[in-house]
């Protein structure tokens, strides 16, 4: 069937090209310093990894069989090893170079040669190898970690059972412990136990870093890591079997599989031991006495997943919106305003209106995301590593995951609908990365679990605060709140503020573009949104399990969303927070504007909570989506130098319709057109016979 | 890397299986007379279809390469040839059956066999053959149709341009008249003028339907469409010339390429003259003077691909919600109620709130995509076909056709993270039918551009309507449609009947679930829209075309919002209706509420439009998502039946997960825990060991 599409949005308006410095006032960003700014805290590793990234043999080949693809992204592995891309965090004796947020952010770059690399990489490096960094001990790292980091033993990472998804406390595979030979049994009862969805099970995992039910003595200490061979050069070991997942909605280029266990025997010396060991007698030791947090600290250590997914996603939203963006930029489709010319279709408002704020969301992504990284980092290298440094740290990346996972879906569908059928053509690129990025979504934690982590912090957050608070302690907080600044990394926001400075906010609104408005806003709706959910939760101690809950699930929905507004005031202070770093006074009044869009784009999409709740007049209401048009045309001249920011080449983008070949055509045609204007050959409109015609017989409606 | 989630939202609450007839209040739908009526006004045809789609030979293997995918594809549409199933739609006298409706019906169906074949028997006998039909003449369909019927000339419908998509008016191919050799001479003059996009143009067309611009003694009569042969066994034939347009975002198993003419030479005849005929000589004519109306007229005859894009996008909808809530209502995760057992996942609000109010608009899409196509069937068939029955039928399957693709996408989107990695696997189904129905937004016109139409005759509607209307006219309109019943098919609805009656608008939403409360709201937004718009748009007149351009782009969103807010309301109608058809009281209570979740659900959407414009108090406003809640809960325990109730088997779904095998694993993995449980080795929880411990130390903090 036919695509009679390729246009966005059909009329009138516009700038023209020659009226672009006119438009602009003259203003113009400093693209260079912008990319440097955008290029986050490690830029060397990033562009280290964009000039590998831009490399003709790490990109991905469309087409390929499914045998052909994941051998590809395996042979790509060995390149990066050989590259020495991979190895930034693992220890100095080893030869890595312990650089945590530097090993982070040229990961996430290989994103743009292929989804397929990246997540492999991440299995093999991130994953497996990073298990046993940090769940084992030196002996484990000296004896497992030279084969994990030179690629001589892929391995994968056996977490996830079919029975158990996100809910990775109860998986029912087990390692009992066998006093008699010092041996773990590693053991798969149900079929619901099955580990599935594992990368490198299906071929070419060697090994694996399972998560099991750990027993002695009788006792299940909770989930434990276990090293276990699974296959050698003739297939899978004695006791280890397993399926294919065959083909996925995405990442085709990793042969993800299912592995299960019967009675396989390993070492007692296999236990990753650093939070949990088995002597040769049975008995169990822990450095952590609670089995729930000695769990929670376990799977703390494997936090970067979540991080480098939210940095991914960002970059692969980039990559879109600088295709997308400009190859409107060039297009031009029905001519309204004028007869000779058609419009450039992002001067029509519509076409604006969907790509300009996912524009100013990247930016807000990027800035927040590399304040993840920056937290990350302190984390991981020790410099500031506290409990409530762990804590953020999770609830951060949780967070902002989940907000930039989603986000680069609708960036990329968008995209590839503004871009028509050339946007449905693999060879453009929007389509493939939208499918590999898919299961970004679910993977290392579903959204909609993590939002609910986050919504769960803030109530805790809520009630430390406020235990035994009565309404005048309340109303104390409020109005020391309302003088200060934001209290908290990541955890709840000066709280109740609003109590006392509700009035100001709604007056100081009417300048709209006041930073502290902004804030005051979207602080506000977060924190009233959790003070009303713990309110009516605070019945739940009362009530039975099972009433409390009921009484939990009734608000389940409304505390994933109070998780989002959090998420997304976050992502607005890192931008803010940006804005005070840019030097360059046009780039700052863009930026500024972008920023804004992004602000008062939040307000707009909760604007229903805002007039409810009595922060905005029906008046103030109407004037945000007004002020957003205005936005919208401003930022129009900058879109382009926005999108370059991102710093990504041709050999990075890889899209034709982002070559400049859709200007030549244009040129191609006018060229054309004039011609034969010229030649005095060109066949005469029908419609201007019969004006002539209708002139003279219908004087008056001719002239419309 | 590990997919971690599976799982949607972590909480509590719940209703286990044995509850479910206390829950239902012993309320059951009657299953099978609501899948009667889904199947709409051509049942006979719809069951046939299935039967035939249920069949192994049509149904879509993952995996193929390009080649042999796009040999399959062609191979099933020589079965379904075989078979009879798509020459229902063609003259009685060359073997069909001038079944128009009907025939639209079973090829909607064929989306669940494959969505490639589908759209590759769409270009075959929907688009190629609908051309020779429609715009050729009785000469024509004897001399092509056999063997288009018959498929042995595979054709391509070649309108599409790169350089214009839903711009078909603006095209430059060439179909310039030559009297001396009584031929028309084809040509592609520049890059941006080949034929993009095109079904069959990569491989297996013969012939094609071009499109192009008729210029015969000098005169530019337009977009003409002419039977040009392209290709025989050997390759090309001379002048003719195309690429392939590759791998694409989905519909991989049909042969998109370009295709490019250089000075083509067709006879005469192979005009398709039906609405514009050339002489020998080179005189020029047509039954329709207005060359604007003849081409719109031209296009219309086409309109059946929007009418079946519209349906097909609901019917996938249909599987893929079937195949979410199946799964949902079968899986567990997380055990918060209760010690003994986990949760089924479509228990969590969250669940809900992802998956039930997509059915409740399917439900709404399969009511108003029945309308649509009884309205088609009455044009085509001549039993109603004026000229406003014509526009409105393109009206409504610009406003439908648009609303449903992007809601497939949705639905399919949210079914694949619903079910979380599972849904991931290209053997459940959800990533390869998103991908396939990925281009139905853009195809047969870009969602935007005729969102953008229905936008422009809703105001035309309007601007008939209060053509030099005075205040006291409009009061007196408004106050005759407040007594009175919505008035045109799919035009503006009642206008201004708000003026009228806007406080008992207010009143009347008390009771949320009065039907006629919804109705007012509903159509009181789009005609409030629409009036605002208008009232800005009055000034375009005495501006310069430039001007009044900028004007009209700066209100560009803003219709295409009140473009969707029509169609949404014809859509409530659309179930409203279907409702005073339902007999068993059960079926019509449930459907109600579901009817009202659908109608709430807009209204909750744009609940800050209702705000601003003091429609809905803030009280009332909370009330409404309230009262969707409790809809959630009461819908709940019906959601299987009301998937069932799409009709659609195993054969269809294809999806394992929703074949009953999560519920085996679930029986197995409680057999085995109680299994354990009961031999007494089972291991002790370290949790239980620790807190006798801590009950001796901490007597207090142990209770918790």
Redesign the interface.
Known sequence: ??????????????ILDEDRDHVTDGIRIDVEELSEKMLGSWPEQRRAARRLTARPEFHRI??Q??EEYRDTVFGQLKLLVENGQVHRAFPKQLGGMEDHGGNIAGFEELVTADPSLQ?KS??QW??FGAAVLHLGTREHHERFLPGIMSLETPGA????E???????A?I?TTATYDAETEEFVIHT?????WK????NAAVHGKAAAVFA?L?TN?????VHCFYVPIRDDDGFLPGVGGED??????LNGIDNGRLHFTNVRIPRSNLLNRYGNVDADGT?SSPI????RRFFTMLGTLVQ?RVS?DGAAVLASAVGLQIAITYASQRR???????VQ?EVIL????HQ??LLPKLATTYAQTFAHDELLVKFDGVFSGKRDTDDDRQDLETLAAALKSLSTWHA?DVL?EA??AC????????NR???L??DL??Y?????????LL??VGKRLLGDYGKRFKDADATTLARFAAEQARGKVVNGTGLRSLAQTVADFGSTARSVGRLQDEQAQRELLTDRVESMIGTIAGRLRAASKLS??E???L??????EL?EAAIAHAELLQWEAFTEALSTISDPATKKVLTWLRDLFGFGLV?KH??WY????RLS?QR??SVTAYI?RLLARLRPHAVDLVDAFGYTQAHLRAPIASGIET???E??AA?LADLRASGNA?????A??STFDALNHPKKSRK
């Open positions: 069937m036919v695509d009679t599409s390729l246009s966005p949005a059909a009329v009138e308006g516009g469309e087409g069989s499914l997540i991440g299995v991130g994953l990472f056996a977490m996830t079919i029975g158990h998804g996100s809910d990775v109860s029912a009862p149900i079929r619901a136990a599935d969805y594992i990368g039910q027993i009788g006792v299940n200490h909770g997942d065959g083909i996925k909605g995405g169990y006495a609670s089995p729930g997943g997914l489709q029905f001519n309204a305003a004028s007869d058609e001067d029509y408002q519509r209106r969907r879906l569908q590839r609908e028509g059928g050339a946007g449905f053509l693999a060879e929007l389509t493939s939208r499918a898919d299961v979504v679910t993977f290392e934690g579903d959204n909609n679990v609910q982590l399990k099972a409390a809950a009921a939990f699930n009734q608000n389940q929905n994933i707009e604007l229903a007039l409810i709740h009595g029906g209401a109407q048009d030549e055509r244009q191609e045609a054309y066949p005469v409109d029908e419609k016979t019969k």
